[in-house]
């Protein structure tokens, strides 16, 4: 329907979908063929209301920053200059790369470079990969920065990743510990504040754990608990001890639904290593006072059902694998595992996207097409999306296309495909991430904005916001689809990304990219979820999936085990992992252990850099995305959180220019000091844009300039194990 | 008739969706005016600690001093709805007279552009939006639901008529036209 030749002001609602882990009605008002303004959901409730992100649309559509039209670089990698070129001009230089890549190396050679982008079924990042295995197969990167920990955890534990319970029946839980989990900080789930809100108003006792007071701690908790980075592990072994000791455990589930727990309990009494995990050992490395261990394990034993909400930003450290196994293995302890009001204590994909299952996944409307080239990997478990030949850990790619095969690495890199990734930005240690790119042969990048990561490409290929084509959206937290419908036409020359793979394929002689209409892949996905109606769904922009109460991950084997086994090799929780066992890797143990981080605060680089970093998601941003939005930018200026005692030792007041350093990179940027945060943390929150002076100080105060370049061994990336310094700058 | 706000601040995140959802309804570029604010108040100290959020709309005083101050008698309240207004019209702006209803205003609603002859501009309760049954954008958009506004004397009905939130600070004389549900340190 063209609305853009409407006259007149008209509204109508779509679902806002940027990667944030949320997704929200917006309903826009349309006049002349521009946005004028937006109001949100406007259907009774539950509504699924906007942030400040979905409401600040028109600054983002029309942002001075979009790149409006194809471009070709025409100065130094980095510098951003750029000439306008055609699209026939860009698709064939494009086309041209990649045929000239293929014919004079392996396919190896390819790499391919993605962030989720879009939360959509057609316009993202599955137009590229289809296409690209199509073509002969590719390298990629793997890992998923947000939550890897908490997919391998998953995998090994439950045998999957659907391990969520819908946010609502956070209202059936009588406790619900926030562990290192912030929805009023980060989206994870629209609604998911309010959900919180509603069950403290109904008597639900809320404790936080986390190294910063947070805007949920301050909302919600009755407790907070403030623990040092990267220990929770152990403080989460403490409890387990204090559960044994004084038998609280709930044998009956662990004896019908899990294998291993005795040998988990040998380990954290000490039997095993002559180490009990006692809550004074705990003091020592997280800095809790064992009382509060003690008390805060008795609570989680006794009072039922209990949600812990194990968030994912504990994961994203070195073994943070360990953390999730932990907080597993003590929601199964409690019994806690597939009951209203509990939790399975596994972050993963908490979306329509996976995390239910409900049938739908990112790029549901792309055919999946194999890449030719990827098989299984030497030395890792044998899980769904585990590491596969000839990917690359997304912290390694810079330091593969540095060193090739020389490194060991499948390939000497010629060609990067980047699609809506801001790679430089969002991937640790952004100062060697610039050097290789600056290395690349060749570099296209698929994007709406001139990124950190664009400024290196050699071609830029102008992409549509949300707006401004047909899709469809997931929900996050609750079971909902979006409808998007093409409200305005995308400015200058922008092209939703299936029509940019359409007509790649087309100049690449791939005739089977995909032959049908544009909007049949969305028909399909509609008929293949069952929604009845799919021109009221288009109407209304949303269609919620009935359901008579909450989801609740593991109800049927819970309820039914002797029909609905687990999806692991034993059929149940694997608190000991055989999986992992049969690897024989330290660093991997079959049970959840406690692995002392790099760069912890007891590391002698401690010395140099004593403050322990946590990269935080930032409020106003969804990743890297939105960072120049003036309207969000003016509201939290980009900041280092320092505690009142930390800034006081170093002379420096709230507001001073500081400079954040270690051996990997150094920023000048404002310090905040608070008093929320714990003493010995600086909080820098993640995502701002890359924007290194001449002398190579990064002036935008990019996160991942500190951040180390090292995945744990089960994949985690480690953005929040960091050491660096502060001084006045 | 007196419309009024009501603001849950047991409930605010500091999300700032109100903030921004006002700019762009009322087409308020980036810059020192804003119509809707959100201030953080923090007190204690480590690990002991109080953090809050308190909303600074225009509040749509009784007794509104903004009014009184103006030279240009630029400023009206509404005898049917209670909303305070300006007339950019009639108002003399900021470098002419230096901001008078800025400077009577104790919670700073009158708001100026960075633009030079900037002419006040302020909240107005999205006037245009009752008119239409709605509610103002803000209110509408909070995700917390924090936020109300109607009658005031509807809200006291609902609500209660507690005038008494962490940093705000009670002008008995002016009578804002807003209640709320108070956050306690410790409730």
């Known amino acids: 329907m063209p609305f853009q030749k409407i006259a007149e002001e008209v509204t109508i609602p779509t679902m806002c979908s940027p990667h944030c882990g949320g997704n929200c009605l917006l309903t826009v008002h349309v006049e002349q063929g521009r946005i004028k303004r937006v109001e949100t959901d406007l259907a009774p409730e539950p509504q699924l209301r906007a942030c400040m992100r979905g409401r600040a649309l028109r600054q983002r559509v029309y942002a001075p920053d979009r790149v409006l039209y194809p471009l070709k670089r025409t100065g130094p990698r980095g510098e951003g200059r750029f000439e306008r070129i055609s699209w026939d001009e860009a698709l064939d230089t494009v086309a041209g790369q990649i045929k000239r890549v293929r014919e004079k190396f392996d396919p190896e050679a390819i790499l391919f470079i993605h962030s989720p982008g879009d939360q959509v079924c057609l316009n993202n990042n599955a137009t590229i990969g289809r296409l690209l295995a199509l073509g002969g197969g590719y390298s990629a990167r793997f890992g998923t920065p947000s939550f890897q920990a908490g997919m391998f955890a998953s995998y090994l534990t439950y045998g999957t990743v659907y391990c969520s319970n819908t946010r609502d029946d956070l209202l059936n839980a009588r406790l619900i510990i926030m562990w290192g989990w912030d929805p009023a900080g980060t989206q994870t789930g629209t609604n998911t504040p309010w959900f919180l809100a509603r069950a403290k108003e109904s008597g639900t006792r809320i404790v936080a754990v986390d190294p910063l007071y947070s805007d949920s701690a301050a909302t919600f908790a009755e407790q907070w608990i403030p623990m040092r980075p990267g220990t929770d592990t152990a403080m989460l072994l403490a409890m387990a001890q204090v559960m044994i000791r004084e038998n609280l455990q709930d044998q009956s589930f662990l004896d019908t639904y899990t294998v291993g727990f005795d040998r988990f309990a040998a380990y954290v009494t000490g039997e095993a290593d002559g180490v009990a995990k006692t809550p004074a050992w705990a003091e020592d490395v997280t800095g809790v006072p064992a009382p509060v261990i003690e008390q805060l394990a008795r609570e989680y034993a006794t009072v039922k059902p209990a949600a812990l909400m194990a968030g994912i930003a504990p994961g994203r450290t070195a073994f943070g694998e360990q953390y999730h196994r932990a907080a597993i293995t003590l929601a199964a302890m409690t019994g806690n595992v597939g009951i209203h009001g509990g939790d399975a204590a596994a972050r993963a994909w908490e979306s329509t996207l996976g995390g239910y299952p409900f049938g739908m996944g990112s790029g549901a409307a792309v055919p999946k097409a194999k890449n030719p080239i990827e098989k299984p990997k030497a030395g890792t478990p044998d899980i769904p999306r585990g590491e596969k030949y000839p990917h690359i850990h997304f912290t390694r790619v810079a330091d593969a296309i540095l060193k090739g095969k020389k490194g060991g690495y499948p390939a000497d890199y010629k060609l990067l495909f980047v699609v809506s990734s801001n790679y430089l930005n969002s991937i640790p240690n952004s100062n060697k991430i610039a050097a290789a790119l600056k290395s690349m042969e060749f570099i296209v990048v698929e994007e709406q904005y001139m990124t950190a990561t664009a400024r290196y490409a050699d071609i830029i290929l102008p992409t549509a916001y949300f707006v401004e084509r047909d899709d469809m959206a997931l929900g996050v937290g609750m079971p909902y689809l979006g409808f998007q419908r093409k409200l305005i036409e995308p400015p200058g020359e922008c092209k939703p990304q299936n029509e940019i793979a359409r007509e790649l394929a087309a100049r690449l002689g791939i005739a089977d990219y995909d032959t049908r209409g544009p909007e049949e892949p969305l028909r399909e996905v509609a008929r293949r979820l069952n929604i009845p109606d799919y021109e009221a769904f288009k109407q209304k922009g949303v269609h919620w999936i009935e359901r008579s109460a909450p989801h609740v991950a593991f109800k049927q084997q819970i309820q039914d085990p002797a029909n609905h086994p687990f999806p692991t090799p034993s059929g149940k929780i694997e608190i000991y992992s055989q999986r992992l066992a049969d690897l024989n890797n330290p660093l991997l143990p079959p049970i959840p252990t406690y692995i002392e981080t790099w760069e912890s605060a007891n590391d002698p680089l401690a010395s140099r850099y004593p403050l322990q970093l946590v990269t935080k998601h930032a409020k106003r941003r969804a990743n890297a995305q939105f960072d120049t939005i003036p309207w969000l930018k003016e509201l939290i200026p980009q900041a280092i959180e320092l505690s009142v005692a930390d800034a006081r030792k170093r002379g420096v007041e709230d507001g001073d220019a500081v400079r954040v350093f270690n051996d990997r990179g150094q920023m000048v940027i404002p310090v905040k000091v608070s008093r929320r945060v714990m003493p010995g943390v600086a909080i820098l929150p993640a995502g701002a844009w890359y924007a290194p002076d001449a002398k190579g100080v990064d002036r935008g105060g990019c996160a991942n300039v500190l951040t180390r370049d090292e995945p744990s061994p089960g994949g985690a990336f480690a953005y929040n194990t960091v050491l660096v310094e502060v001084e006045k700058a | ?187």
């Open chain 2, 1 to 187: 008739m007196q419309l009024g706000i009501y603001y849950d601040q047991t409930r605010c995140v500091g999300c700032y969706t109100c903030v921004v959802a006002c700019k762009d309804w009322h087409d308020v570029p980036a810059g020192p005016a804003s119509w809707m604010r959100v201030h953080s108040i923090e007190a204690g100290s480590y690990p002991d600690l109080f953090a809050a959020y308190l909303i600074r709309p225009c509040y749509h005083c009784a007794q509104p001093a903004c009014a009184a101050a103006c030279p240009a008698e630029a400023i009206v309240k509404s005898a049917e709805t209670g909303i305070v207004t300006v007339d950019p019209e009639a108002c003399l702006g900021l470098e002419a007279c230096g901001g008078a209803c800025r400077e009577s205003c104790p919670y700073a609603a009158p708001q100026f552009g960075a633009e030079s002859e900037a002419r006040m501009q302020k909240c107005d309760l999205c006037a245009e939006r009752w008119a239409e049954g709605k509610k103002p954008i803000c209110v509408e958009g909070c995700p917390m639901r924090a936020l109300d506004a109607g009658p005031l004397k509807e809200l006291v009905r609902k609500y209660g008529d507690n005038q008494e939130a962490a940093g705000f600070v009670r002008h008995p004389d002016l009578k804002p036209a807003i209640v709320f549900k108070k956050k306690m340190w410790n409730p």
